[in-house]
């Protein structure tokens, strides 16, 4: 199957992901500001949409093509990196970002990568969860590497999975 068919096996069959482009731009940039307290910029969703070395995957609902999640993916010399994962607020907790996690995790290795990596919020307990939950271990951590919203810093965490 080429990776940027659809999954239409997904989620009970409600919902496809698909390999998002250009012409997505508008409703992505809206996702991101409705779903995501740290939405990217218009620009940086324009740079991943466009750039060779991203996939940029979308959940669209089979109902009406709405977005439900979407998850940015990079691709490095030996490895791939899963840069963002964000579900609607309103469909959390049904499985669907393990789904995609296990999507994107195929399609790295297809594309040869041996690890995925990522990195997380030492205070996101539900992304920690959800990675733990899907093979990850944490093998690393930058000390406030992340400014919060109280002016304070905060440490991530680094993660990541064998695709072997
Ligand atoms: C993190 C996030 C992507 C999880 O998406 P989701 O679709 O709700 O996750 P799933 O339903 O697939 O959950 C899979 C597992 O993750 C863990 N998990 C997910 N949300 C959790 C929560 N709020 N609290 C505790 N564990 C949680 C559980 O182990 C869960 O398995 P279970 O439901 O069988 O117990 C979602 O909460 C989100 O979009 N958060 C905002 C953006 C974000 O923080 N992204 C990660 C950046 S690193």
Known sequence: MPIDAFHSEAYHGRISLVRLGADDLPALVAFERQA??????????????RGEGYAVW???????????????????PFDAELQS????????????AREMLGWIMRCARTQGAEHLLLEL????????????????????????????????????????????
């Open 85 to 96: 994962i964000c579900v609607l607020p309103d469909a959390r907790r049904q499985g669907l």
């Open 36 to 49: 995501n307290d740290d939405a990217w910029s218009e620009a940086l969703l324009e740079a991943a949409l």
């Open 58 to 76: 979308g959940a669209r609902s089979a109902e009406d093509s709405a977005l439900w999640a979407v998850a940015i993916l990079a691709y490095l």
């Open 121 to 164: 919020r030492a205070s996101n307990v539900a992304a920690r969860k959800l990675y733990e939950s899907v093979g990850f271990e944490v093998d690393g951590q930058r000390r406030g590497y992340y400014r919060r919203e109280d002016g304070r810093s905060e440490d991530a965490l680094l993660m990541s999975r064998a695709l072997a």
